[in-house]
């Protein structure tokens, strides 16, 4: 079965620190590449930060670059978002997907994480 669990949001306050995880099962994470994506109440839903299955490309979205780290690690099948100085304009679902590729395009991405809720107070 495939699956991907976001773990690690919660509500936080504006200049906090939260460390987002989502565990993969299955052919899921092995050989993919890993996103991150977040979706703020009645936006589109936004690219985040991408890794390579070897860790050594990675891409962030301007909002986010300079605070925001993604890794992985590939023995526990799991890809991490490290978010610092966090901002109230962070607020939102933060989901992880696996794909074949580096991208920041949702639709290239084949299997989603349900999700985990960020909030950042002012």
């Known amino acids: 079965q495939v699956q991907l669990v976001e773990s690690g949001g919660g509500l936080v306050q504006a200049g906090d620190s939260l460390r987002l995880s989502c565990a993969a099962s299955?052919?899921?994470?092995?050989?993919?590449?890993m996103g991150w994506f977040r979706q703020a109440p009645g936006k589109e839903r936004e690219f985040v930060a991408a890794?390579?299955?070897?860790?050594?490309?990675?891409n962030y979205a301007d909002s986010v670059k300079g605070r925001f780290t993604i890794s992985r690690d590939n023995a526990k099948k799991t890809v991490y978002l490290q978010m610092n100085s966090l901002k109230p304009e962070d607020t939102a679902v933060y989901c992880c997907?696996?794909?074949?590729?580096?991208?920041?395009?949702?639709?290239?991405?084949?299997?989603w994480g349900q999700g985990t809720q960020v909030i950042v107070s002012s």
């Open positions: 890794i390579s299955w070897s860790g050594s490309i990675r």
């Open positions: 997907a696996s794909g074949p590729y580096v991208v920041t395009m949702s639709r290239e991405y084949e299997y």
């Open positions: 299955g052919r899921t994470f092995n050989g993919y590449a």
